[in-house]
C-alpha cells in the first residue's frame, strides 16, 4: 500500500512537496512514479525516477519546475513542484513497479492520490 500526501490549494507561482511512504512495501525494490489525473482528462505521466534514483525522466510539461527524488533510508519518494500553474491542478497518484517507465501499465501498486488546486 503506497500513501501520497502533501496536496493543497496554493496560489499560481507557488510550491508543494509531495510525499509518498509505504508502510508494507521497501520502495527502494521498485522504480517510483507520479502521475496525475485532471477532471474529465486521463491519467498522465508526470515523473519517474529508478530504484536507485541514480536515473529521472519527466514530462515535457513539468520538466524545470519539477523534481522527483527518494530517499531509501525513510522508505519515501517525493515530488517537488514549484512555479505551480492553474494547469497543474489534478490529483496526484504515486505508483511503484519493477522498472520506471512512462506508461502506467508499468506501474503494480498505486496510492490513492493527493489533490493539488492551483489558483489563479
Known amino acids: 500500500q503506497l500513501q501520497a500526501s502533501g496536496g493543497g490549494l496554493v496560489q499560481a507561482g507557488g510550491s508543494l512537496r509531495l510525499s509518498c511512504a509505504s508502510s508494507?512495501?521497501?520502495?527502494?525494490?521498485?522504480?517510483m512514479s507520479w502521475f496525475r489525473q485532471a477532471p474529465g482528462k486521463e491519467r498522465a505521466f508526470v515523473a519517474a525516477i529508478t530504484w536507485s534514483g541514480s536515473s529521472t525522466y519527466y514530462a515535457d510539461s513539468v520538466k524545470g519546475r519539477f523534481t522527483i527524488s527518494r530517499d531509501n533510508a525513510k522508505n519515501i519518494v517525493y515530488l517537488q513542484m514549484n512555479s505551480l500553474k492553474p494547469e497543474d491542478t489534478a490529483v496526484y497518484y504515486c505508483?511503484?513497479?519493477?522498472?520506471?517507465?512512462?506508461?502506467?501499465?508499468?506501474?503494480?501498486?498505486w496510492g490513492q492520490g493527493t489533490l493539488v488546486t492551483v489558483s489563479s
Open positions: 508494507g512495501r521497501t520502495l527502494s525494490r521498485y522504480g
Open positions: 505508483a511503484a513497479g519493477p522498472y520506471a517507465g512512462l506508461s502506467p501499465s508499468r506501474y503494480d501498486y
